[in-house]
């Protein structure tokens, strides 16, 4: 089984500064996925970044950055410069890499507030 | 290329009744998933169609049934609606050898039972 925690609710950063939303997860399978998903008052779910286990580099995005440290199996995204924008839910999901037909496990989310 | 549509946006049902959500994606994938989003706890998944002609029954399944209609459309169907059901659902697919396995999803339906 496949479990992603993220342990922070709420979150709240002041316009144009940087804050990271932390995601730790557990699985048994040596290759995987990690994505940050964003999800905005409209209820869409925007993917924001993406990273493969067996890849050391983290991603990058624009502002939007990770920390991925497979031994402790920790997956935090970082947002530079926050933008008003930025407030929404923050998920982090996991999949295990195969053809297809597989499921994302997601966490509960962060919420993410933008003080102007 | 609308990608993952989903109708209808919004409903409202009692309890007892009955109603299909409807699922269509025009990216050309092979599997289509289910989840539901209640308030506290992410996203479930609730079945999920690998390819054309199959499904599989995922996390929380109880009370739901699909049909894989075609290679275009999921739909999703709730036969007796229970207030425990209210949520918001959500469709997404995703195509053989797609970059991460990634899974794009529609703009979801906000259902609720009373």
């Known amino acids: 089984a496949q479990t992603v925690t993220q342990s922070q609710p709420e979150m709240s950063v002041q316009e144009a500064e940087t804050v990271t939303l932390s995601c730790t997860y557990d699985t048994s399978e040596s290759d995987y996925y990690l994505f940050w998903y964003k999800q905005p008052p409209s209820r869409q779910m925007i993917l924001v970044i993406r990273q493969e286990a067996y890849k050391q580099q983290n991603a990058t995005e624009n502002r939007f950055s990770v920390n991925f440290q497979k031994a402790a199996k920790s997956f935090s995204l970082k947002i530079s410069d926050s933008q008003l924008g930025d407030a929404a839910m923050y998920f982090c999901?996991?999949?295990?890499?195969?053809?297809?037909?597989?499921?994302?496990?997601f966490g509960t989310g962060t919420r993410l507030a933008v003080r102007p | 290329n609308a990608g993952v549509t989903q109708t209808p946006k919004f409903q409202v049902l009692k309890t007892g009744q009955s109603m299909t959500l409807q699922c269509a994606q025009d990216?050309?994938?092979?599997?289509m998933y289910w989840y539901r989003q209640d308030p506290g706890m992410g996203l479930r998944l609730i079945y999920y169609?690998?390819?054309?002609?199959?499904?599989d029954k995922g996390e929380v399944p109880n009370g739901y049934n699909v049909s894989r209609l075609n290679k275009r459309e999921f739909s999703l169907r709730l036969e007796s609606a229970a207030p425990s059901q209210t949520s918001v659902y959500f469709c997404?697919?995703?195509?053989?050898?797609?970059?991460?396995?990634?899974?794009?999803f529609g703009p979801g339906t906000r259902l609720t039972v009373l």
């Open positions: 990216m050309n994938h092979n599997s």
């Open positions: 999901a996991l999949i295990r890499k195969k053809s297809s037909g597989d499921k994302l496990t």
């Open positions: 169609s690998a390819s054309e002609g199959t499904t």
């Open positions: 997404a697919s995703s195509g053989w050898g797609s970059s991460y396995n990634e899974q794009f």
